[in-house]
């Protein structure tokens, strides 16, 4: 089952994965094409992903476009795996990210890294650059979580002090998305 996402609305439902010319748009009702092409894709929090070999759905009369996600958890794990491997200190829209991967409230996060929501909404917005130990437990509760993300304990050692945005590539083989070289 394949999620599609309809890029000009923001409306999310499952469907099935259709093929060239099966289906129809939830904008006019006319046909949709596919193809395979890679696709800006963004998270909750901001955090925008490059879908390398991603199935797009564009209607034939409207040009509306939707993207069809495979395995949408698998995607989210991928991207967390990803994130949480990333030798600089965690972005703002990357820390928005895990804790929506996390699917944990401000406020719950904050109990969690035993900070304020506030500062977590301060990390979140780019207002504060988070704490190098904040950090680390943050990637750390995500590993715990997934148990797919093998740490490298090496790498709280080797983080930067300045935080970098990712820019992250993720491609589906198989059943499982991974991260692109």
Known sequence: MAHQMNARKGIMGSKKKQEPGV????DCGG?????????????????????ENAT?????????????IHAPARLHRAVAATVVKKPSRLASSE?????HHLDMTGEELAQH?????????????GREPIGQVP???????????DWEVRPDLGLFARLGEIAKPSRIKVTLQGE???AAA
């Not at 289906?23 to 939830?26: E, I």
């Not at 193809?35 to 879908?51: A, C, D, K, N």
């Not at 797009?56 to 069809?68: D, G, P, T, W, Y």
């Open 23 to 26: 289906g129809k748009c939830l």
């Open 31 to 51: 046909i949709l094409e596919t193809e395979q092409r890679p696709y800006r894709y963004r998270f909750e929090g901001g955090l925008s992903v490059t879908l």
């Open 56 to 68: 797009i759905l564009r209607c034939a009369v409207c040009a509306a476009e939707s993207v069809a």
């Open 95 to 99: 820390v928005a990210f895990l804790r």
């Open 113 to 125: 890294l035993g900070v304020t929501k506030t500062s977590v909404s301060r990390w979140e917005t």
């Open 135 to 145: 950090d680390r437990l943050l990637r750390t509760l995500v590993m715990l979580q």
């Open 176 to 178: 499982d998305w991974n």
